[in-house]
DNA sequence: CGCCTTTGACCAGCGC
DNA sequence: GCGCTGGTCAAAGGCG
């Protein structure tokens, strides 16, 4: 991709850019301080958005707890021309939001796997030629866990895997094994804090979620994937995650920076998908996490409409659409 | 036997 | 055109 002599954080950024919002707790404010996701220059912050692996080379992580603070990014796809420099402004006002711009997409690639027809496969793994890869809207969540690849109710086929730039840990590629769906998401470890797993979704889910752990209980409707992430869009929003990820302050206040690490009972809940037991064994929230869950509207009213649902429990509604670092100060300064 | 992971090779795309 | 990197393919092997 980037033959790019510079550091890869510092080239102007080929791919959509990256629109972020996050979920976690204070301890990930700080994570995310550490990445570089705190309100950086546009620049930079455009630089990273497209390549999440590339979220910097850098000291070890903050914190060894296995836990289950997750954050999210929404990283919109739809190759081709990159955002000018500036990034945040641009990719604001380049990109269409993802829910109207997964919907219509057609299949994404012509190696597909999924929804594309073996004909328009190149018997000779090569794709055709000029033909370009369409980026599909793409999530990215990161999640703090021991384990790398989390459990979301779909299941996944691992199809590959590489070493990353500027990262000690590779990046693993799956894709959903529905023979139909064209979903794949990547996995890789945060070199900066090797607790973190960044998963980044690409593509909509064609079908009903398998449930979690694989085979287990609790099937997700197709409209609950929706209601999470807008029609279908990937990420089933991480069923494990029955009390949704609270949202990340990207702009923390030193207070909040140093604010202290997440009290001892609140116990680290690894998202597995190899153990996948533990996934279903969710822990009584304290009452501590409820109420400031509940303070970050990440509760779901009875009187909101159904499509407020998970994402409703993790953005506000007017998020939705339209997520991007200033979006996000605004909600920081809404919630005070 | 079916499903999955691993792994090396290949290609696309980008900047120089 | 070259070099680099991300993304993907597909054969081989492992596992239940």
């Given at each position: 991709?980037?033959?790019?002599?510079?550091p890869?954080?510092?080239?102007?950024?080929?791919?959509?850019?990256?629109?972020?919002?996050?979920?976690?707790?204070?301890?990930?404010s700080?994570?995310?301080?550490?990445?570089?996701w705190?309100?950086?220059?546009?620049?930079?912050?455009?630089s990273?958005?497209?390549?999440?692996?590339?979220?910097?080379?850098?000291?070890?992580?903050?914190?060894?707890?296995?836990?289950e603070?997750?954050?999210?990014a929404?990283v919109?796809?739809?190759?081709?021309?990159g955002?000018?420099?500036?990034?945040?402004?641009a990719?604001?006002s380049?990109?269409?939001?993802?829910?109207?711009?997964?919907?219509e997409?057609?299949?994404e690639?012509?190696?597909?796997s999924g929804?594309?027809?073996?004909?328009?496969?190149?018997?000779?793994?090569?794709r055709?030629k000029?033909?370009?890869?369409?980026?599909?809207?793409?999530?990215?969540f990161?999640?703090?866990?021991?384990?790398?690849?989390?459990?979301?109710?779909?299941?996944?086929?691992?199809?590959?895997?590489?070493?990353?730039?500027?990262?000690?840990?590779?990046?693993?590629?799956?894709?959903?094994?529905?023979?139909?769906?064209?979903?794949?998401?990547?996995?890789e470890?945060?070199s900066?804090?090797?607790t973190?797993?960044?998963?980044?979704?690409?593509?909509?889910?064609?079908?009903?979620?398998?449930?979690?752990?694989?085979g287990?209980?609790?099937?997700?409707?197709?409209?609950?994937?929706?209601?999470?992430?807008?029609?279908?869009?990937?990420?089933?929003?991480?069923p494990q995650?029955?009390?949704p990820?609270?949202?990340?302050?990207?702009n923390?206040?030193?207070?909040?920076?140093n604010?202290?690490?997440?009290p001892?009972?609140?116990?680290?809940?690894?998202?597995?998908?190899s153990?996948?037991s533990?996934?279903?064994?969710?822990?009584?929230?304290?009452?501590?996490?409820?109420?400031?869950?509940?303070?970050?509207?990440?509760?779901?009213?009875?009187?909101?409409?159904?499509?407020e649902g998970?994402?409703?429990?993790?953005?506000?509604?007017?998020?939705?659409?339209?997520?991007d670092?200033?979006?996000?100060?605004?909600?920081?300064?809404?919630?005070g």
């Open positions: 991709m980037d033959g790019d002599k510079r890869r954080d510092q080239r102007p950024h080929a791919d959509p850019p990256p629109e972020f919002f996050f979920f976690g707790d204070d301890q990930d700080s994570i995310l301080s550490e990445f570089g705190s309100l950086p220059e546009p620049a930079s912050l455009a990273r958005s497209g390549e999440l692996g590339s979220v910097g080379a850098g000291s070890a992580g903050t914190s060894a707890e296995p836990a603070t997750t954050t999210t929404e919109e796809g739809a190759g081709g021309g955002p000018p420099a500036g990034g945040l402004e990719s604001t380049n990109y269409p939001a993802v829910s109207s711009d997964s919907s997409d057609p299949a690639k012509s190696t597909g929804g594309n027809p073996p004909a328009e496969t190149p018997s000779n793994k090569v055709k000029g033909q370009k890869r369409i980026r599909q809207p793409r999530f990215a990161m999640t703090k866990s021991d384990v790398d690849h989390l459990e979301d109710g779909y299941r996944w086929r691992k199809y590959g895997q590489k070493a990353v730039k500027n990262s000690p840990f590779p990046r693993s590629y799956y894709r959903c094994t529905n023979s139909k769906c064209t979903v794949k998401k990547r996995v470890r945060s900066e804090d090797p973190v797993v960044i998963t980044t979704y690409e593509g909509q889910h064609c079908h009903h979620s398998v449930g979690f752990p694989r287990g209980s609790g099937v997700l409707t197709p409209n609950e994937n929706a209601t999470a992430f807008g029609p279908q869009l990937a990420p089933p929003l991480f995650l029955y009390h990820p609270r949202v990340l302050n990207l923390p206040s030193p207070r909040e920076i604010s202290p690490p997440r001892p009972n609140l116990p680290p809940r690894p998202l597995a998908t153990s996948g533990d996934s279903q064994q969710l822990p009584p929230h304290s009452s501590e996490e409820f109420q400031a869950q509940q303070q970050l509207g990440r509760s779901n009213p009875p009187d909101l409409p159904t499509d998970l994402l409703g429990d993790m953005v506000p509604s007017g998020m939705r659409h339209r997520l670092k200033r979006t996000l100060i605004s909600w920081n300064s809404f919630q």
